[in-house]
Nanobody
Framework: QVQLVESGGGLVQPGGSLRLSCAAS????????MGWFRQAPGKEREFVSH????????GYADSVKGRFTVSRDNAKNTVYLQMNSLKPEDTAVYLC????????????WGQGTQVTVSS
């Protein structure tokens, strides 16, 4: 049974930092590209970041580039998203996802973790 479980969300002031984690099970984690997406109330889900199976290739949305860093630990079946210099517009539910690297669609999704940036 595939599971993606996000953690690390919470309430943080503007300019603060959070580190999200996503623990994966039920599939061969080291073979999959992992992604982070987010969805704010009333808005569509949007891509945040991805990291290839070996960690050598990463990508970011322009809105988070230079502030967020994605990483993974294949020995722990976990992917991370370090979020710095957070802004109120980063407020959203953050979801973890997984897909085979060359696949066009994301196969697996977590339930998400809430990130709220507010003073």
């Amino acid at each position: 049974q595939v599971q993606l479980v996000e953690s690390g969300g919470g309430l943080v002031q503007p300019g603060g930092s959070l580190r999200l984690s996503c623990a994966a099970s039920g599939f061969t984690f080291s073979f999959y590209t992992m992604g982070w997406f987010r969805q704010a109330p009333g808005k569509e889900r949007e891509f945040v970041s991805h990291i290839y199976w070996n960690g050598d290739n990463t990508g970011y949305a322009d809105s988070v580039k230079g502030r967020f860093t994605v990483s993974r630990d294949n020995a722990k079946n976990t992917v991370y998203l370090q979020m710095n210099s957070l802004k109120p517009e980063d407020t959203a539910v953050y979801l973890c996802s997984a897909k085979p690297t060359l696949a066009p669609t994301w196969d697996y999704w977590g339930q998400g973790t809430q990130v709220t940036v507010s003073s």
